[in-house]
């Protein structure tokens, strides 16, 4: 199993209770290091709660996932891959991501509530580049998208514009046509990191990284305006046809003059629109504000005025649409939000990642003594004349002392300050610095996340030499790899198709007889069509088998034009068949893609069968059988 998956399985926050009497047994070890069973309790109840039930795994099947990282992460220490640069570098920037909701009071929900509706008001224009991260990413994952979305910010920070730089770091497909450009949006419309973010930022200006459940940001804020609401629309959109440029325009003109002889807007997205997803529905699309759709179909979609007006065909990067207006919801007053917003936050990541700072919380938690006597003297003398190298501690913190140099050394810094203030923001700083340092002790679900965090992150280096970098450059061995397993990679069965949709079964019949006559499209549908109104419409391309544009019914047995096909709702189809192309091998640059990937996972099963000879693995049965009665059900 590829390194990837494996971590999806093992490298999960939370905490499994066990009894005093298993929760130091050892359940095998690596070389003589032992690995106990809350360890492996933990991940594996986890995992079998968050896993649909289908993909389930065992105990002993889970047991063998968990020693191949064990093995992997042995090899990443002895390697001292935990002494390099970015490593270290990347450990800090988690440790203070994941220690930030520690540092918040929860009691703020009237300040988000406000803070919410102000957003709702007011949209945000912004860009953004995304490098991806899958749900519950391994750190490994982590580490390399932060360094490639760093490197995009410097190099538009150094002159690059921000479009180039979207083409060719994000990870969002439609940054290509878009240059990474998100069109209008507000509260609620992003998740909440990347809503501070933006709102944040300034115009013009490009945010730090920050990490969301997508993966890694950064974000440019091109303008903000007062907030158009949500709105309800449906659509229809014909995708634009490689081998044919006018296609589409051509054939969203078609369905145009087709709502103009008032013929029924759901039934002609439900047969000609190529959105799989809002199609059956007639191309209702759920509602949304600027966030959910590109700039140039929600300014569209916004124009329309009345309920049930709809556009003329546009041009996105998607294709060629076509918008009717259902509803429009302007944003309401504070008093009648508040409600919703109040419940919006209590159930969003918001309520618990942003508040008040805990330091008071921990003034009373923790014992505290105070030198009050030398604060004084400080207040009453120059700093300057005062000795650096006094021993004297200024305050204690559980009888941790902290000297009276270092807050010499901190106010000597402060401009603008008394020392008195001085004093406050130094005292609650070390409070909070105390508590840091010390929540791996005092929280054992933030010790076991951190400490999974640091192991994975060790993989990434050990990673990229062992697989990643050699199935993607050693060419020759891909090569080799690809020879051997060519009957892993071939085409089904396809067919090179014109398929025509015709609104009365004798206007099938006639474009079916003109098609045997051998008639070119353009003039069939001029035989055909009377005037600006539409019988026919052709589609074409190449398709497999069991492509949803084909009747259900047809089958690729001979070349040629098929019988008339009723598929319901004044549909008929005529398909003519011109080539049927046979199931046959792909090659190399056919196949590359999944090619790399099994070629990955083929490196890493020779890899683990390297690291079971170098580290000896040792299972204790006896504790091993236990878990798997404890866990049948």
Same mark, same amino acid.
């Given at each position: ?195 501070? !973010? ?5 115009? #013009?200006?490009? $945010?730090? *990284?920050? &990490?969301?459940?997508? =993966?890694? @940001? %950064? +974000? /440019? ?79 569209? !979609? ?5 309920? #049930?007006?709809? $556009?003329? *065909?546009? &041009?996105?990067?998607? =294709?060629? @649409? %076509? +918008? /009717? ?309």
């Amino acid at each position: 199993m590829h390194f990837k998956n494996i971590i999806i399985y093992i490298l999960l926050i939370g905490y499994c209770t066990l009894s005093a009497q298993n929760r130091k047994d050892i359940l095998f070890t690596v070389k003589d290091q032992p690995v106990f069973v809350n360890e492996f309790m933990r991940v594996f109840n986890k995992n079998r709660d968050i896993v649909v039930e289908e993909n389930k795994k065992s105990i002993d099947e889970y047991l063998e996932l968990y020693i191949n990282y064990k093995l992997k992460l042995k090899q990443a220490y002895d390697l001292k891959y935990d002494t390099i640069g970015v490593y270290q570098k990347e450990l800090a920037q988690y440790k203070a991501q994941l220690i930030a909701p520690y540092l918040k009071d929860s009691e703020i929900t009237n300040v988000l509530v406000q803070e919410a509706y102000d957003r709702t008001k007011r949209e945000v224009n912004a860009s953004h580049i995304l490098v991806r991260l899958k749900p519950k990413a391994t750190p490994v994952d982590t580490l390399l998208a932060y360094n490639k979305i760093l490197e995009a910010r410097e190099k538009i920070i150094n002159g690059t514009s921000f479009d180039v730089v979207a083409k060719q770091y994000s990870e969002d497909p439609s940054a290509q046509q878009n240059g990474g450009g998100l069109g209008y949006f507000s509260a609620f419309s992003m998740v909440y990191p990347f809503e501070n !973010a933006a709102y944040n930022t300034k115009v #013009n200006e490009v $945010s730090m *990284p920050f &990490k969301t459940q997508f =993966g890694y @940001h %950064i +974000v /440019k804020v091109n303008d903000f305006r007062d907030s158009q609401g949500e709105i309800e629309v449906a659509h229809i959109m014909i995708k634009e046809h490689p081998e044919d440029s006018l296609y589409a325009q051509t054939k969203i003109k078609e369905v145009y003059a087709k709502l103009l002889q008032n013929e029924n807007f759901e039934l002609l997205a439900k047969l000609h629109s190529d959105d799989k997803n809002s199609s059956p529905a007639g191309g209702k699309l759920a509602k949304f504000n600027a966030t959910k759709m590109i700039k140039s179909f929600a300014d569209v !979609a916004f124009s329309l005025k009345d309920i #049930n007006d709809f $556009s003329k *065909p546009f &041009k996105t990067p998607y =294709g060629w @649409h %076509i +918008v /009717k207006l259902i509803q429009k919801y302007p944003v309401k007053d504070f008093n009648s939000m508040k409600e919703e917003l109040t419940q919006k936050i209590e159930k969003s990541k918001r309520y618990k990642i942003v508040g008040t700072s805990v330091v008071k919380r921990l003034i009373n938690d923790y014992k505290i003594v105070k030198n009050d006597a030398i604060l004084q003297y400080v207040i009453e003398n120059d700093t300057s004349s005062i000795s650096k190298n006094l021993k004297s501690t200024i305050f204690s913190i559980n009888e941790n002392e902290i000297p009276l140099n270092q807050f010499i050394s901190y106010n000597s810094k402060q401009i603008n300050k008394t020392v008195n203030e001085a004093y406050t923001e130094f005292f609650e700083t070390k409070i909070l610095d105390y508590y840091k340092d010390n929540l791996e002790k005092t929280d054992s679900e933030f010790a076991f996340t951190f400490q999974e965090y640091k192991d994975g992150l060790l993989l990434f280096d050990l990673l990229q030499n062992k697989v990643w970098k050699r199935a993607e450059q050693d060419t020759i061995a891909l090569e080799k790899y690809f020879e051997n397993n060519r009957e892993n990679y071939y085409w089904k069965k396809r067919g090179d198709v014109i398929i025509a949709s015709c609104t009365h079964k004798v206007k099938a019949e006639l474009v079916k007889k003109l098609l045997e006559e051998g008639k070119e499209l353009d003039e069939i549908k001029e035989i055909v069509n009377e005037g600006a109104t539409i019988h026919v419409m052709f589609s074409k391309g190449i398709v497999e088998a069991n492509n949803n544009k084909l009747p259900k019914k047809f089958t690729f047995n001979t070349e040629g034009i098929s019988e008339i096909f009723n598929e319901g709702n004044a549909n008929f189809l005529v398909v003519k068949v011109n080539k049927i192309i046979p199931p046959k091998p792909m090659e190399l640059w056919e196949a590359k893609g999944k090619v790399i990937n099994n070629f990955q996972d083929y490196l890493d099963q020779e890899w683990i069968k390297e690291l079971k000879n170098i580290y000896p693995v040792k299972v204790n049965k006896r504790v091993l059988k236990r878990l798997i009665k404890q866990n049948k059900n």
